[in-house]
């Protein structure tokens, strides 16, 4: 029986080696290197593209609107403007995510893994069920963190494709209607008024101030949407997508947490100390 047990603890030592061997030997460049992780530093640099070039058309349209005469349009230029805060936040998301994306699965398969599989060499060594619940919540964390933007990006891809043509579509929006309020300002024949010039540019009917002002606001509207839709897929959905990725993994290993059962058991031996001392007293008493 003695020998049986043994075998088990040295098969379980075994295995874990080997596990940590292959992490870091294998796993780290393998996974590093894979098509599923390429695409999605690239997504990454995609997105952020997509944000820098938001943020010029932007500017560029604030600019345009300031340049209007009578400083009518200042509080929609200052609109436009304000929005580059919320471009600064979603590209240092970015550029935490593609950090993550480069360095995390290295160091989540080379470092974090490898400990993991030590921490449960020990734990099984010295029979120690916490070590254990560390061990295996160390290796899911590493997991989740190291697949987190990968999942999260692809995700996006497949499920906010049609939300990212709508973004690709107000950038173009904004950059033509920036356009074509400078040529108006700058260019066409001198018989014409400004928003003779820009009804016919824009092949809408801008009569007056309140029909240019209308157009402008619109594609403010655009631009909330498409910032909220842009914080949605690059910052709410790699949160989601770990909380998930945690839960599964958690699921799928079966963590058994230690800390309640140690509490079970002093309770237990606290409930059975008091048993005995109530024997023995009953015991003196007779």
């Known amino acids: 029986m003695l020998s049986t ?14 596990a940590a061997a292959f992490s870091f030997f294998f796993a780290t460049e393998i996974v590093a290197e ?22 010029a058309a932007t ?26 805060v919320y471009f600064v936040a ?7 995510e593609k950090i993550l994306i480069l360095y ?10 490898p400990v993991a599989c030590v921490i ?9 069920d916490m070590l254990k619940g560390l061990a295996t919540r160390l290796c899911i964390l590493a997991l989740a963190v190291a697949l987190v933007v990968p999942c999260s990006t692809h995700i996006t891809n497949v499920v906010a494709a049609d939300l990212t043509d709508y973004v690709n579509e107000t950038i173009e929006e904004t950059n033509d209607g920036a356009g074509k309020l400078n040529e108006a300002m700058t260019g066409g024949t001198e018989d014409k008024t400004m928003f003779e010039k820009l009804s016919d540019l824009f092949q809408t009917a801008i009569r007056d101030i309140s029909d240019l002002m209308l157009h402008f606001q619109n594609t403010i509207r655009r631009c909330m949407n498409s910032v909220a839709i842009m914080i949605l897929t690059n910052c709410i959905m790699p949160v989601l997508t770990f909380f998930v990725l945690k ?11 230690p800390v309640p059962e140690l509490r079970r058991r002093r309770k237990a031996a606290a409930v059975t100390g008091e048993e005995l001392v109530v024997v023995e007293e009953g015991s003196h008493e007779e």
Do not use: Q, Y
Not at 68 to 80: N, W
């Open 59 to 84: 500017l560029a349209t604030s600019l345009a609107i300031t340049a209007l005469p009578d400083d009518f349009a200042t509080p929609l230029a200052d609109s436009l403007a304000d929005m580059n």
């Open 247 to 257: 839960w599964i993994l958690k699921e799928t290993f079966h963590i058994a947490i």
């Open 5 to 18: 047990k043994h075998a088990k603890l040295a098969i379980t030592i075994l295995l874990l080696c080997l």
């Open 34 to 55: 894979s098509e599923f992780v390429k695409e999605s530093v690239e997504s990454v640099e995609e997105s952020s593209d997509t944000v820098m070039r938001f943020s």
């Open 120 to 128: 449960g060499i020990l734990a099984v060594a010295l029979k120690r």
């Open 90 to 96: 979603i590209l240092v998301v970015l550029f935490l």
């Open 104 to 113: 995390g699965v290295k160091l989540a398969f080379a470092i974090a893994i």
